[in-house]
């Protein structure tokens, strides 16, 4: 059964920094691209960012290019998001996801709150 457990969502002033991470089970990890998402109370669900099974990040969404950094560890099956010069509107609920044989699958969610 495909999982996803995010974590590392926390409190952050504006400025900061955090490092989000996907731990995922239950398919070959290494075979699929990663997705990273996020979802606010005034917006729909929008792709962050994607990268390729063997660690090329293929797309940023504008508002964070320069400022995040997607990575992965096929041998731990895990996707990380670093997020740098944190903003009060990247406050989202963040989740990794992937398409596996037509169906996307989804985390749980980590939030992420910008607020001095």
């Known amino acids: 059964q495909v999982h996803f457990v995010e974590s590392g969502g926390d409190l952050v002033q504006p400025g900061g920094s955090l490092k989000l991470s996907c731990e995922a089970s239950g398919f070959s990890f290494s075979d699929f691209a990663m997705f990273w998402y996020r979802q606010s109370h005034q917006s729909g669900r929008d792709a962050v960012a994607s990268i390729t099974p063997s660690g090329t990040v293929l797309y940023y969404a504008d508002p964070v290019r320069g400022r995040f950094t997607a990575s992965r560890d096929n041998a731990k099956n895990a996707s990380y998001l670093q997020m740098t010069n944190l903003k009060a509107e990247d406050t989202a609920t963040y989740y990794c996801?992937?398409?596996?044989?037509?169906?996307?699958?989804w985390g749980q969610g980590t939030q992420v709150t910008v607020s001095s």
């Open positions: 996801s992937a398409w596996i044989q037509g169906v996307q699958y």
